[in-house]
């Protein structure tokens, strides 16, 4: 059974950083794209990065480039979103995702149950 | 960016009913490079449907996808209790990959 257990969301001040991580099992995790999909409270949802396989290509929303930065250990099976300079607007549950098949068809078939990440004074 | 919009923002129906839910895109995704996700309370969204028209696994047949460039359907053909939900349409054609804002499904 595909599992993807998401741990690390806290209550941070903006400006601070946090650092998530995402355990996978159930599955080849190295043959996979990977991702993370955010959801703001009582709003949609909202794709965040993926990752290729080998993490040689990873892609960002507009919105986090250059303050967010996934990364994956495939010995591990473990996927990691380091989030720096955090907003107020980044507050949302995140959650890992798989990406759909093995060549990159960008839908995510498995999520995880989230962690809520909360950026207030 | 590919802006998808769906409507109604709400449908109200009854068990036993059809639901037909649009996603229109800002420009084309391409023939069919659009998805449709089923989310409930408390819990992450589920892949119904993919490259708009093939049902995920384990997906009932009641739920079915169409269309092409722009405009994409998604029907349930008869509503179980259990499909009263929030459901997104997502495409890939291009980065960023974006979501539509949604459409509940109620109880009527």
């Known amino acids: 059974e595909v599992q993807l257990v998401e741990s690390g969301g806290d209550l941070v001040q903006p400006g601070g950083s946090l650092r998530l991580s995402c355990a996978a099992s159930g599955f080849t995790f190295s043959i996979y794209w990977m991702a993370w999909v955010r959801q703001a409270p009582g709003k949609g949802v909202e794709w965040v990065a993926n990752i290729k396989q080998d993490g040689s290509e990873k892609y960002y929303v507009d919105s986090v480039k250059g303050r967010f930065t996934i990364s994956r250990d495939n010995a591990k099976n473990s996927l990691c979103l380091q989030m720096n300079s955090l907003r107020v607007e980044d507050t949302a549950v995140y959650y890992c995702a798989r990406v759909f098949g093995t060549g990159g068809i960008f839908y995510f078939d498995y999520w995880g149950q989230g962690t809520l990440v909360t950026v207030s004074s | ?108």
């Open chain 2, 1 to 108: 960016e590919i802006v998808l919009t769906q409507s109604p923002a709400t449908l109200s129906l009854s068990p036993g009913e059809r639901a037909t839910l649009s996603c229109r895109a800002s420009q084309s995704v391409g023939s069919s490079y659009l998805a449709w996700y089923q989310q409930k309370p408390g819990q992450a969204p589920r892949l119904l449907i993919y490259d708009a028209s093939n049902r995920a696994t384990g997906i009932p047949p009641r739920f079915s996808g169409s269309g092409s460039g722009t405009d994409f359907t998604l029907t349930i053909s008869s509503l179980d209790p259990e499909d009263f939900a929030v459901y997104y349409c997502q495409q890939r054609y291009n980065w960023p990959l974006t979501f539509g804002g949604g459409t509940k499904v109620e109880i009527k």
